[in-house]
Nanobody, 121 residues
Framework: QVHLAESGGGLVQAGGSLRLSCTIS??????HAWFRQTPGKDREFVAAINSGSGGTRYADSVQGRFTISRDNVKNTFYLQMDSLEPEDTAVYYCAARGGPMTTVHILYVDWGQGIQVTVSS
């Protein structure tokens, strides 16, 4: 049974940093990704990484501030979030798929439960 579990969320002041982790059990995937969602809005792509090549892709809104990485031995991937802004406040979800990277959330089948990140001004 596949299970994705996020950790590392919380409350931080603007300009601060947080690191999210997503540990996967049950299988390995080609693509690992992070999305986020605020009330009343669609789930928004944040970042993705190819677990083999390490190639990455970022949303324009987080480029240069967030870094996605992975540890294939631990089957865990991360989202380092620096220079956080109040607009980054959301529930963050990790996701994984066997196919190539995509920003389209409906193409991801396996998801974590979500974790709250709140950035105060």
């Amino acid at each position: 049974q596949v299970h994705l579990a996020e950790s590392g969320g919380g409350l931080v002041q603007a300009g601060g940093s947080l690191r999210l982790s997503c540990t996967i059990s049950g299988r390995t995937f080609n693509t690992h990704a992070w999305f986020r969602q605020t009330p009343g809005k669609d789930r928004e792509f944040v970042a993705a990484i190819n677990s083999g090549s390490g190639g990455t892709r970022y949303a324009d809104s987080v480029q240069g501030r967030f870094t996605i990485s992975r540890d294939n031995v631990k089957n865990t991937f991360y989202l380092q979030m620096d220079s956080l802004e109040p607009e980054d406040t959301a529930v963050y979800y990790c996701a994984a798929r066997g196919g190539p990277m995509t920003t389209v959330h409906i193409l991801y089948v396996d998801w974590g439960q979500g974790i709250q990140v709140t950035v105060s001004s």
